[in-house]
């Protein structure tokens, strides 16, 4: 029993040979993806129409599969295309042969100016690729691309696909295919031949058909004549008789004061974008016999081809000044150096003056306010920040020479050129009269600033500094007298021009935010200054002293209502605030008079006061007051604060951290009610006897509620009453009212507080750095760009860049409205600007090639220009008439001059090789007659492409006439045939 149980224990230990290899693992993966894509069994299409190839659509699915371990790539290309109908043509399908191998005869898509490799040198409309998954990956060895392919074909026949398969052999940049295609009873095998060095007998048609006629075997004796497609492409590189009008950079500040005008950008490409025109001559359909090409001669003259179609090689990223301009300034966005580092200044010095300047405030504090100079000049406004350079560096150490800065400067206060301050806003206003239209207000989209403002003006002077005129250390030098001219404007009261009145914009930029701002400091102080000089001194002192004694108790709400409101700037608390109570007794402009002389008539009594009605504005229409029918007034209020987006920001988040709380919302509430305070106190003052209810008729009507009642008497009457939420208790209204005293504007503390502000926004601008500069600057500089390539598209109108000009405003829209954008957003913009520059500059390179503008006939004008529109935008056009076209004209004396050039010993006269191009192209005659005279038109052909064509049975007599086809192409370097030989496997 032992020796009969040894046996049975070995039965497990024998190999089960029915397990799948590695081998049928991948071939069922390869059959599996097949199926998954429904690529089994045959499903024939419409005819291809001509061009599909480059005007469809092609997809494409990929997905991974591996041979044990070494990963492959399998993707699907078709053509995009509506089915064929298949009524009546299911009996067909049988019978009849793959698509693929219908396509390989089809000759409406020779040649596609772009398309996959395989489509190019089968004509092919559907195929599938297994290529190495990794590009390094490479399959090398013979024996593992015939286990590929066989692989191929096992994969094909089971699951009855009729789509071609390739697998990609050798290294990727050889481009080296094998296939196979299998249909019922046929099969086709996709070879292909790769060399560097070319056999010659393979150099010209004749060694080409018998290298075909021998792979394909037909033992037919008078095999049927072959079809032949050819296309001999010839290069012009050769620009010579045209130089590029384009001045280099350098060459545009020409030595003159700003050399290019400023607030004008540059446009344009510093070389010719177009580096090679490619003319491709084509016989579509040929048949052996018909022409000769050998080693010894060759019919293939291009003039005589009848098809031409050119396509133009770009400049790869052409210099182009715009861009340029654009990036370069962008760079300063990265820089980390403030003003002073990049100045070199020195700040034991700074600390110097300072001390130096405390040491004198009292004795400035006696000294009677300076009056104001009304004549601008620019010597006064660049005269202290020269002093300051002269000290520090000396005068030839700074980086921008005295004329360039003057010119910039009057060119951003053009009020300083003139007596009168006010012909410098006209001139700014004049500058830009379509300020309603689209391009205008493109500033609302880019979030920038108008094309007529000052900050915009400013935009683009930096950035032509920082290009032309001493880079980083220009703009910083510029930075630093545009903040000491702020200064100065600011404490001179004169008004900054370029800047539209009122408050701040919030749709622009925070830079022109600020100078509106300072702009509106400088109204309110001007208005202040200049009711000084006309009221008379003693009236202002018993102003100050009697209305300041008697509004002393009323301004204990003000107080907490201007702290609160001043909590966004605490550094400035320890002065500003007795610059407001230096102010605070002063009267506005338009009361100011009439105030002196009713407070002197008051005298001291509290109880008159109030009876007295002060800073009406207007009667209100026929509206009455409710408890003593006297005609409501429209008081004089005080202008709410302007704010800008910081400081809104600012003050929401201060809002926003005092919770949730009942206690915390009653003080937001007290926060935000600091202008209904002072419209209060305001309409008091103007109404005696009003009530809330007065007031909120005036302020809030839809808070009064009128209803139509029956009195007593039976009549109708109206009867008003507050609304629900007026009547809640605790509300911020009716406290306010109560704390609200009959106090006119003019004597009111100010909401707005100007020299503060003022003196916030000049340090805001002092602290910024250059970096933070370009980034306020930048989506001006951007707006002005789209601009400049808005305006250079005009002249050109071309569609393609119109498309491209809207999708750069949608992008830059949305990334610039972000408060800070980034820098790869960014640059992609800048990136599209500089392209669109580069089309419009190749459009005005072909336009200048092709001699638009000669064009005495408007109809040739107008063809050649939709044919200069083409080469921009389709990758080949076809040139009407061949080489016996206009445009086929221009392009032969193109070529013939460029031939000139290259080969200038010709056998002609002396006087005709100084007569022009256009007289010795005629003396040339006719193709004939220049053959003879052995003058070649144009350079041997850079590329030879040759399609073969045949039906014929194979490989018996009695087989099926299946196609045979043979792509072959040659250049300078490389040689490649790809071979599609069909098969009968039925009848062998």
Same mark, same amino acid.
Request: hydrophobic share 35%.
């Given at each position: 029993?032992?020796?009969?149980?040894?046996?049975?224990?070995?039965?497990?230990?024998?190999?089960?040979?029915?397990?799948?290899?590695?081998?049928?693992?991948?071939?069922?993966?390869?059959?599996?993806?097949?199926?998954?894509?429904?690529?089994?069994?045959?499903?024939?299409?419409?005819?291809?129409?001509?061009?599909?190839?480059?005007?469809?659509?092609?997809?494409?699915?990929?997905?991974?599969?591996?041979?044990?371990?070494?990963?492959?790539?399998?993707?699907?290309?078709?053509?995009?295309?509506?089915?064929?109908?298949?009524?009546?043509?299911?009996?067909?399908?049988?019978?009849?042969?793959?698509?693929?191998?219908?396509?390989?005869?089809?000759?409406?898509?020779?040649?596609?100016?772009?398309?996959?490799?395989?489509?190019?040198?089968?004509?092919?409309?559907?195929?599938?690729?297994?290529?190495?998954?990794?590009?390094?990956?490479?399959?090398?060895?013979?024996?593992?691309?015939?286990?590929?392919?066989?692989?191929?074909?096992?994969?094909?026949?089971?699951?009855?696909?009729?789509?071609?398969?390739?697998?990609?052999?050798?290294?990727?940049?050889?481009?080296?295919?094998?296939?196979?295609?299998?249909?019922?009873?046929?099969?086709?095998?996709?070879?292909?031949?790769?060399?560097?060095?070319?056999?010659?007998?393979?150099?010209?048609?004749?060694?080409?058909?018998?290298?075909?006629?021998?792979?394909?075997?037909?033992?037919?004796?008078?095999?049927?004549?072959?079809?032949?497609?050819?296309?001999?492409?010839?290069?012009?590189?050769?620009?010579?008789?045209?130089?590029?009008?384009?001045?280099?950079?350098?060459?545009?500040?020409?030595?003159?004061?700003?050399?290019?005008?400023?607030?004008?950008? #540059?446009?344009? !490409?510093?070389?010719? /974008?177009?580096?090679?025109?490619? @003319? %491709?001559? &084509?016989?579509?359909? *040929?048949?052996? =016999?018909?022409?000769?090409?050998?080693?010894?001669?060759?019919?293939?003259?291009?003039?005589?081809?009848?098809?031409?179609?050119?396509?133009?090689?770009?400049?790869?990223?052409?210099?182009?000044?715009?861009?340029?301009?654009?990036?370069?300034?962008?760079?300063?966005?990265?820089?980390?150096?403030?003003?002073?580092?990049?100045?070199?200044?020195?700040?034991?010095?700074?600390?110097?003056?300072?001390?130096?300047?405390?040491?004198?405030?009292?004795?400035?504090?006696?000294?009677?306010?300076?009056?104001?100079?009304?004549?601008?000049?620019?010597?006064?406004?660049?005269?202290?920040?020269?002093?300051?350079?002269?000290?520090?560096?000396?005068?030839?150490?700074?980086?921008?020479?005295?004329?360039?800065?003057?010119?910039?400067?009057?060119?951003?206060? #053009?009020?300083? !050129?003139?007596?009168? /301050?006010?012909?410098?806003?006209? @001139? %700014?206003? &004049?500058?830009?009269? *379509?300020?309603? =239209?689209?391009?205008?207000?493109?500033?609302?989209?880019?979030?920038?600033?108008?094309?007529?403002?000052?900050?915009?003006?400013?935009?683009?002077?930096?950035?032509?500094?920082?290009?032309?005129?001493?880079?980083?250390?220009?703009?910083?030098?510029?930075?630093?007298?545009?903040?000491?001219?702020?200064?100065?404007?600011?404490?001179?009261?004169?008004?900054?021009?370029?800047?539209?009145?009122?408050?701040?914009?919030?749709?622009?930029?925070?830079?022109?935010?600020?100078?509106?701002?300072?702009?509106?400091?400088?109204?309110?102080?001007?208005?202040?200054?200049?009711?000084?000089?006309?009221?008379?001194?003693?009236?202002?002192?018993?102003?100050?002293?009697?209305?300041?004694?008697?509004?002393?108790?009323?301004?204990?709400?003000?107080?907490?209502?201007?702290?609160?409101?001043?909590?966004?700037?605490?550094?400035?608390?320890?002065?500003?605030?007795?610059?407001?109570?230096?102010?605070?007794?002063?009267?506005?402009?338009?009361?100011?008079?009439?105030?002196?002389?009713?407070?002197?008539?008051?005298?001291?009594?509290?109880?008159?006061?109030?009876?007295?009605?002060?800073?009406?504005?207007?009667?209100?229409?026929?509206?009455?007051?409710?408890?003593?029918?006297?005609?409501?007034?429209?008081?004089?209020?005080?202008?709410?604060?302007?704010?800008?987006?910081?400081?809104?920001?600012?003050?929401?988040?201060?809002?926003?951290?005092?919770?949730?709380?009942?206690?915390?919302?009653?003080?937001?509430?007290?926060?935000?009610?600091?202008?209904?305070?002072?419209?209060?106190?305001?309409?008091?003052?103007?109404?005696?006897?009003?009530?809330?209810?007065?007031?909120?008729?005036?302020?809030?009507?839809?808070?009064?509620?009128?209803?139509?009642?029956?009195?007593?008497?039976?009549?109708?009457?109206?009867?008003?009453?507050?609304?629900?939420?007026?009547?809640?208790?605790?509300?911020?209204?009716?406290?306010?009212?109560?704390?609200?005293?009959?106090?006119?504007?003019?004597?009111?503390?100010?909401?707005?507080?100007?020299?503060?502000?003022?003196?916030?926004?000049?340090?805001?601008?002092?602290?910024?750095?250059?970096?933070?500069?370009?980034?306020?600057?930048?989506?001006?500089?951007?707006?002005?760009?789209?601009?400049?390539?808005?305006?250079?598209?005009?002249?050109?109108?071309?569609?393609?860049?119109?498309?491209?000009?809207?999708?750069?405003?949608?992008?830059?829209?949305?990334?610039?409205?972000?408060?800070?954008?980034?820098?790869?957003?960014?640059?992609?913009?800048?990136?599209?600007?500089?392209?669109?520059?580069?089309?419009?500059?190749?459009?005005?390179?072909?336009?200048?090639?092709?001699?638009?503008?000669?064009?005495?006939?408007?109809?040739?004008?107008?063809?050649?220009?939709?044919?200069?529109?083409?080469?921009?935008?389709?990758?080949?056009?076809?040139?009407?008439?061949?080489?016996?076209?206009?445009?086929?004209?221009?392009?032969?004396?193109?070529?013939?001059?460029?031939?000139?050039?290259?080969?200038?010993?010709?056998?002609?006269?002396?006087?005709?090789?100084?007569?022009?191009?256009?007289?010795?192209?005629?003396?040339?005659?006719?193709?004939?007659?220049?053959?003879?005279?052995?003058?070649?038109?144009?350079?041997?052909?850079?590329?030879?492409?040759?399609?073969?064509?045949?039906?014929?049975?194979?490989?018996?007599?009695?087989?099926?006439?299946?196609?045979?086809?043979?792509?072959?192409?040659?250049?300078?370097?490389?040689?490649?045939?790809?071979?599609?030989?069909?098969?009968?496997?039925?009848?062998?």
């Amino acid at each position: 029993m032992a020796a009969d149980s040894e046996p049975e224990s070995e039965v497990f230990e024998i190999t089960d040979f029915t397990t799948a290899s590695e081998w049928e693992r991948f071939i069922s993966k390869v059959e599996e993806v097949l199926n998954d894509w429904k690529l089994i069994g045959n499903s024939l299409g419409k005819p291809l129409d001509k061009g599909i190839f480059t005007s469809g659509t092609w997809e494409e699915k990929s997905d991974e599969i591996s041979f044990a371990d070494f990963k492959f790539s399998i993707t699907h290309h078709y053509l995009v295309q509506e089915s064929a109908d298949k009524d009546g043509k299911d009996e067909l399908l049988e019978d009849a042969i793959p698509q693929s191998m219908q396509d390989l005869l089809c000759m409406n898509n020779d040649f596609p100016p772009r398309a996959h490799c395989l489509v190019r040198w089968y004509g092919l409309r559907e195929f599938v690729v297994i290529a190495p998954a990794a590009h390094s990956d490479a399959v090398l060895s013979e024996s593992k691309c015939n286990l590929l392919l066989s692989s191929v074909s096992i994969a094909l026949g089971n699951t009855g696909c009729q789509v071609p398969l390739f697998v990609q052999i050798h290294h990727k940049w050889r481009r080296m295919y094998v296939g196979e295609c299998q249909g019922p009873g046929v099969r086709t095998d996709f070879e292909m031949v790769h060399l560097r060095k070319v056999p010659p007998q393979y150099t010209h048609l004749s060694g080409l058909l018998d290298i075909f006629k021998s792979k394909i075997g037909c033992p037919l004796t008078p095999l049927p004549p072959v079809n032949i497609a050819i296309r001999l492409t010839y290069v012009l590189q050769d620009w010579q008789q045209y130089f590029w009008p384009q001045q280099p950079p350098d060459a545009l500040v020409g030595g003159e004061v700003g050399g290019l005008e400023f607030g004008k950008l #540059p446009f344009g !490409a510093c070389e010719d /974008p177009i580096s090679e025109l490619h @003319l %491709a001559t &084509t016989w579509p359909h *040929l048949t052996e =016999g018909i022409i000769v090409d050998n080693d010894v001669y060759s019919d293939l003259d291009p003039m005589q081809a009848p098809h031409w179609s050119v396509r133009v090689r770009k400049a790869d990223n052409p210099q182009c000044l715009l861009g340029d301009f654009v990036t370069e300034f962008f760079k300063i966005c990265r820089r980390k150096e403030s003003t002073d580092e990049i100045l070199g200044r020195s700040t034991f010095e700074e600390e110097g003056r300072e001390i130096a300047d405390i040491s004198h405030a009292l004795s400035k504090l006696t000294e009677p306010a300076p009056v104001p100079i009304h004549k601008l000049s620019v010597s006064s406004m660049v005269h202290t920040a020269k002093k300051k350079i002269r000290k520090h560096r000396g005068v030839e150490e700074s980086p921008l020479n005295n004329d360039v800065l003057n010119t910039i400067l009057l060119f951003l206060f #053009p009020d300083a !050129a003139s007596d009168k /301050p006010t012909d410098g806003s006209s @001139l %700014a206003d &004049t500058s830009n009269p *379509l300020s309603d =239209g689209e391009d205008y207000n493109l500033y609302n989209q880019f979030k920038s600033a108008p094309s007529d403002s000052l900050t915009y003006k400013l935009a683009l002077c930096l950035c032509m500094i920082n290009f032309y005129h001493g880079g980083l250390k220009g703009v910083a030098h510029l930075w630093q007298e545009f903040v000491l001219e702020m200064r100065f404007r600011w404490e001179n009261n004169f008004l900054i021009p370029g800047l539209a009145s009122g408050p701040p914009d919030l749709r622009c930029c925070l830079l022109h935010q600020k100078l509106q701002m300072l702009n509106c400091c400088i109204e309110r102080k001007k208005a202040r200054d200049e009711g000084k000089k006309t009221s008379a001194p003693d009236n202002i002192t018993s102003t100050c002293s009697e209305d300041a004694g008697k509004t002393g108790d009323h301004l204990g709400l003000d107080n907490l209502k201007d702290t609160d409101k001043g909590e966004m700037g605490k550094s400035w608390d320890s002065w500003s605030d007795s610059e407001e109570e230096f102010f605070e007794c002063l009267s506005d402009t338009e009361e100011l008079k009439g105030n002196g002389q009713d407070s002197g008539k008051k005298g001291g009594t509290k109880e008159v006061a109030p009876l007295k009605p002060e800073g009406r504005l207007r009667q209100h229409g026929k509206l009455t007051l409710l408890h003593n029918g006297e005609p409501l007034y429209i008081p004089v209020t005080q202008e709410p604060a302007p704010m800008t987006e910081d400081l809104l920001e600012e003050q929401s988040e201060v809002l926003a951290k005092l919770g949730t709380s009942a206690e915390g919302a009653h003080l937001r509430a007290r926060m935000q009610s600091a202008c209904l305070l002072s419209d209060m106190e305001s309409f008091k003052a103007a109404n005696p006897g009003c009530f809330l209810e007065d007031f909120v008729r005036w302020y809030s009507p839809r808070d009064y509620i009128e209803e139509e009642v029956i009195d007593e008497k039976g009549s109708v009457v109206l009867k008003g009453e507050l609304s629900a939420r007026m009547k809640i208790p605790s509300n911020m209204w009716v406290e306010a009212w109560e704390t609200a005293k009959p106090v006119p504007a003019r004597r009111q503390r100010r909401l707005f507080d100007d020299t503060r502000e003022a003196e916030k926004v000049l340090h805001y601008l002092a602290i910024q750095k250059p970096a933070d500069l370009a980034r306020h600057l930048l989506p001006c500089v951007i707006h002005a760009a789209v601009l400049k390539v808005k305006e250079e598209e005009s002249l050109e109108n071309i569609s393609s860049v119109k498309k491209i000009i809207k999708q750069i405003i949608s992008h830059s829209s949305k990334v610039l409205h972000f408060p800070n954008p980034e820098d790869k957003k960014l640059e992609e913009i800048i990136h599209q600007i500089t392209n669109v520059e580069a089309i419009i500059a190749r459009a005005r390179s072909l336009k200048a090639k092709f001699g638009t503008e000669k064009c005495e006939q408007e109809e040739e004008k107008e063809d050649l220009e939709r044919f200069v529109s083409c080469l921009l935008e389709q990758p080949e056009v076809l040139v009407s008439g061949a080489g016996r076209g206009h445009a086929g004209r221009i392009i032969h004396k193109l070529f013939v001059n460029a031939q000139r050039v290259r080969e200038p010993v010709i056998q002609l006269p002396s006087a005709s090789t100084m007569a022009p191009p256009e007289e010795e192209f005629k003396r040339m005659g006719t193709p004939e007659e220049r053959r003879l005279n052995a003058v070649s038109d144009f350079p041997p052909p850079a590329g030879r492409e040759l399609i073969l064509r045949v039906t014929v049975p194979r490989p018996a007599p009695y087989s099926k006439a299946l196609p045979q086809r043979m792509y072959s192409v040659l250049t300078k370097e490389d040689f490649r045939l790809a071979g599609a030989f069909s098969s009968d496997t039925s009848f062998f």
